[in-house]
């Protein structure tokens, strides 16, 4: 590897509007890569995004038409025009899908494959998309990083051709979020006077959302303060009226449902938290869950993959479908001090053992191994 600079392109997309987890992982790997002498090109379709990660010497922001584009019409004719004008080395796609037509050396973060192995989650037409693309994607792409060995398994079985450019890049903690307020203030903003539990991320139907409801639902009445708050868009299909189901379960003063938060109030819930619960059937790493253990949040997350494997030393597992299971695994929490110390500081020395500097600098090995550095 020779230490020439590169020029890398990247699809920023992400970055647009409200980034979540996609948007989070690119966000945190561009401010480590801003100082390491690479020149970096961030292709927008329309407008960049107001990302003060994104103010920088290093870094361009590019807005390749107007906005009006369809994904595939901005990936296949304005990025690779883009590419060409700025002469890059490699480019980079964070997530999933990449230009088929460039002619440079790309790099095409893989973070989970649900679309294969839960299709029922997307809408019919979505799928399909999804699958149509991913795969010549990751066959045109040189190296494929992956968040989890769970997903580098998964990425074996389905395309066993590619096992050999998958690339094991775990992802980091919580260190671009706003420093933790002292949890009496926050707990004073949010309004609590008991125990408080959250989830966070997309709400999908393979996460589980009605079986933590009705979890919910029995510790309400061992714990009549109790609040559950579920942070994260409604994007399920079929779609889950969340609402009605809380409603149906009583348990209109106990959950909130607060979609998507920004940064600050996202810090504002971990610090008032007594733990936080990530059931899924299927997951590529568990980014949130990673967030809270690095704050001392005490977890119960799925026993499934790669919730179960990631976490298992640092988290009460249960079955995600079995919402005794998850009301007993949440009750011991909130009712054992000593096993709330323990899982907390488990969860301190997991985060601590996760570094985005770290992600970031495999990532880029991995970017300078694409273009022949």
């Known amino acids: 590897m020779d230490g020439r600079p590169l020029v890398v392109g990247i ?3 992400e970055l647009a509007g409200r980034p979540t987890g996609t948007g989070r992982y690119l966000r945190n790997l561009i401010r480590h890569w801003r100082d390491t002498g690479d020149r970096l090109f961030c292709y927008f379709n329309g407008p960049p995004a107001l990302d003060p990660v994104l103010d920088h010497p290093a870094l361009r922001k590019r807005p390749l038409g107007d906005g009006c ?7 296949e004719t304005l990025v690779p025009k883009a590419a060409r004008e700025d002469g890059l080395d490699v480019f980079f796609s964070p997530a999933y899908s990449c230009p088929l037509s460039l002619r440079v050396p790309r790099v ?14 997307f809408a019919f037409a979505d799928a399909l998309r999804r699958r149509a693309l991913v795969g010549p994607s990751l066959r045109v792409s040189r190296l494929l990083p992956v968040c989890s060995d769970f997903t580098r398994r ?34 004073a903003r949010l309004g609590l006077t008991g125990p408080f539990v959250i989830t966070v991320g997309a709400v999908l139907n393979r996460r589980c959302a009605p079986e933590l409801l009705r979890a919910t639902a029995r510790l309400a009445r061992r714990h009549p303060r109790f609040v559950l708050d579920v942070v994260g868009e409604n994007r399920t299909h079929p779609r889950l009226d969340l609402g009605a189901i809380v409603a149906s379960l009583g348990l209109g003063g106990q959950v909130r449902l607060s979609g998507f938060v920004e940064d600050q109030s996202l810090a504002d819930r971990y610090a008032a938290a007594d733990a936080a619960v990530f059931l899924s059937e299927y997951e590529g790493f568990g980014l949130p869950a990673l967030e809270a ?16 494997e990631v976490f298992r030393d640092a988290a009460l597992l249960v079955d995600p479908r079995d919402e005794t299971a998850v009301a007993a695994a949440l009750d011991r929490v909130l009712t054992d001090a ?36």
Do not use: K, M, N
């Not at 584009?69 to 990936?75: L, P």
């Not at 893989?110 to 839960?118: G, I, Q, R």
């Not at 323990?342 to 273009?371: F, I, K, P, V, Y």
């Open 11 to 13: 699809d920023a997309r």
């Open 69 to 75: 584009a369809r994904g595939i019409v901005w990936q």
């Open 108 to 121: 095409t973060a893989v973070h989970d494959l649900s679309f294969y192995a839960h299709p029922q989650d």
């Open 293 to 308: 253990a690095a704050r001392g949040v005490p977890l119960v997350v799925s026993r499934a993959p790669s919730l179960g």
């Open 338 to 373: 000593a096993l709330r110390a323990r899982l907390a500081g488990a969860g301190r020395a997991l985060a601590a053992r996760h570094s985005w500097a770290e992600a970031a600098q495999r990532t880029r090995d991995a970017l300078c191994e694409a273009a022949g550095r």
């Open 154 to 187: 998964e990425l074996a079985r389905l395309f066993p051709d590619l096992a050999d450019r998958a690339r094991h890049v775990p992802l980091g903690p919580d260190d671009d979020l706003p420093s933790p307020p002292p949890r009496h203030e926050a707990r």
